[in-house]
C-alpha cells in the first residue's frame, strides 16, 4: 500500500516562514511527479507547486518567488519551503505524487491526508 505522509503544517504569522514536508512510503518506484496543492475554505483545491523527478518545477503564480520545492529522491520525499506568508496562504495544503507501485504496470495519481498551514497574527 502507498502512503503519503505530510508534516510540517501550523500557525504562523504574517512574513514568517514555513516548510512542509512529505514521505511516500510503500513497495513503489521513485515517484515521478510530487507536489503541492492546497484548499482554502470555500475554495477549489489549486496547485501549489509541483516538481519532476528530473528537477522541473512549476509553480503558481501566487507563491511564485516566495516559495520554494525541493525533493529528496533518495527519501522519495517532497518539501515546500514557504516565505514571507499572507494571510491568503492559509489553507490545509495537499502532497500530491504520481506513482507506480512494484509489481504494477502504470503510475497512479496518491494524495496525502492534508496538514493546516493558518497565517495569521
Known amino acids: 500500500q502507498v502512503h503519503l505522509v505530510e508534516s510540517g503544517g501550523g500557525l504562523v504569522q504574517p512574513g514568517g516562514s514555513l516548510t512542509l514536508s512529505c514521505a511516500a512510503s510503500?513497495?513503489?518506484?521513485?515517484?515521478?511527479?510530487m507536489g503541492w496543492y492546497r484548499q482554502a475554505p470555500g475554495k477549489e483545491r489549486e496547485l501549489v507547486a509541483t516538481?519532476?523527478?528530473?528537477?522541473?518545477?512549476n509553480y503558481a503564480n501566487s507563491v511564485k518567488g516566495r516559495s520554494t520545492i525541493s525533493r529528496d529522491n533518495a527519501k522519495n520525499t517532497v518539501y515546500l519551503q514557504m516565505n514571507s506568508l499572507k494571510p491568503e496562504d492559509t489553507a490545509v495544503y495537499y502532497c500530491?505524487?504520481?506513482?507506480?507501485?512494484?509489481?504494477?504496470?502504470?503510475?497512479?495519481?496518491?494524495w496525502g491526508q492534508g496538514t493546516q498551514v493558518t497565517v495569521s497574527s
Open positions: 500530491n505524487a504520481e506513482i507506480r507501485p512494484l509489481g504494477v504496470g502504470t503510475r497512479y495519481n496518491y
Open positions: 510503500g513497495r513503489i518506484f521513485s515517484p515521478n511527479v
Open positions: 516538481m519532476t523527478s528530473g528537477s522541473s518545477t
